[in-house]
Nanobody
Framework: QVQLVPSGGGLVQPGGSLRLSCAAS????????MGWYRQAPGKQRELVAS???????NYVDSVKGRFTISRDNAKNTVYLQMNSLKPEDTAVYYC?????????WGQGTQVTVSS
């Protein structure tokens, strides 16, 4: 079992930055691939960024160059640094831990980009 607790969401103006964190407990964090997903109202949940156990990263095209995913295995935490935020980034963001067919989800954290 893995418990995931996200933090760091909030309201930010367009062009601003936020950093999301997701603290994991309950298992060996370092072996899991970690991901950040988001779901905007009326839209399907989409994978925003992911990082493998070895540190390889992947991003959806719409956030490339603006968002950075990272992990600190010593702290059992995954981060999503979000820069140059746009109104279309507004969504509930979820962290995910995956290993083979096993998947764990944290509660969502709201990110709102608005002036």
């Amino acid at each position: 079992q893995v418990q995931l607790v996200p933090s760091g969401g909030g309201l930010v103006q367009p062009g601003g930055s936020l950093r999301l964190s997701c603290a994991a407990s309950g298992s060996i964090f370092s072996i899991y691939a970690m991901g950040w997903y988001r779901q905007a109202p009326g839209k399907q949940r989409e994978l925003v960024a992911s990082i493998t156990s070895s540190g390889s990263t992947n991003y959806v095209d719409s956030v490339k160059g603006r968002f950075t995913i990272s992990r600190d295995n010593a702290k059992n935490t995954v981060y999503l640094q979000m820069n140059s935020l746009k109104p279309e980034d507004t969504a509930v963001y979820y962290c995910n831990a995956a290993l083979a067919t096993i998947s764990y989800w944290g509660q969502g954290t709201q990110v709102t980009v608005s002036s």
